[in-house]
């Protein structure tokens, strides 16, 4: 059912190591997107791609960086993990919709992060 | 600085009650307000979406209410049901900033039998 795949779904790691979120998209879409959910369940934007080779930063600052290489991927990493880190990850992809001419969201179940 | 505020933070309702949860919002560049749903361990999905030029749009038991003058819209879930129970968010887009949506904290609801 889902057409975005997140991995790892959980992942639990010491301080100061290097982690990647891996993100797929099988739908062909050119917009993609990094939300970071905290436990109070607010969604912030992080980072977002409009295209192969495009990476923005979000309106949250994050020490995370993002690639575009391929339309279907969009992996984020963190170069040296810390506990302020610890948070919910989601990614997602957009279309334009044809009827409302707005682009509609598809998440990913997201990957949990914990750093120790 | 929040742009979509959201309330309430939780909501409990018993079956076969409205439920109903309020954003408001300052940007006048919005044009478009979707609301996700979110169940425990998955991602947000779209439930429902309203453009500002119509007052209510309805699906099933979801009905959003915009208030364009107020700046104020809502979503109101009608005949509620446990399968009901999830995160709600509220949303809005901005053209102006490539489109990109900004969201509101959240509701807990919790619909009990």
């Known amino acids: 059912e889902a057409d975005i795949y997140q991995t790892p779904r959980y992942l639990v790691i010491g301080t100061g190591k290097k982690i990647t979120l891996e993100c797929s998209q099988t739908?062909?879409?050119?917009?993609m997107y990094w939300y970071q959910q905290d436990p109070g369940m607010e969604l912030h934007l992080i980072h977002y791609?409009?295209?192969?080779?495009?990476?923005e930063k979000g309106d949250l600052s994050s020490e995370s960086t993002v690639s575009r290489i391929r339309t279907e991927h969009f992996p984020l990493t963190l170069e040296s993990a810390r506990p302020s880190h610890t948070s919910q990850y989601l990614c997602?992809?957009?279309?334009?919709?044809?009827?409302?001419?707005?682009?509609?969201?598809?998440f990913g179940a997201g990957s949990r992060l914990t750093v120790l | 600085q929040q742009q979509v505020k959201q309330s309430p933070q939780s909501l409990i309702v018993q079956k076969g009650g409205i439920s109903i949860i309020n954003c408001a919002y300052e940007n006048t560049a919005f044009d478009y307000f979707p609301w996700y749903q979110q169940f425990p361990g998955k991602g947000p999905a779209l439930l429902i979406a309203i453009r500002p030029d119509v007052s209510e749009k309805k699906e099933g038991r979801f009905t959003i209410s915009f208030n364009k003058s107020a700046k104020q819209f809502s979503l109101h879930i009608m005949d509620s049901q446990p399968g009901d129970s999830a995160t709600y968010f509220c949303?809005?887009?901005?053209?102006?900033?490539?489109?990109?949506?900004?969201f509101g904290q959240g509701t807990e609801l919790s619909v009990k039998p």
């Open positions: 997602a992809s957009s279309a334009r919709d044809g009827l409302s001419g707005a682009n509609v969201l598809t």
């Open positions: 949303a809005a887009r901005s053209g102006n900033q490539g489109g990109k949506l900004i």
């Open positions: 791609s409009y295209g192969v080779n495009s990476t």
């Open positions: 739908m062909g879409h050119d917009k």
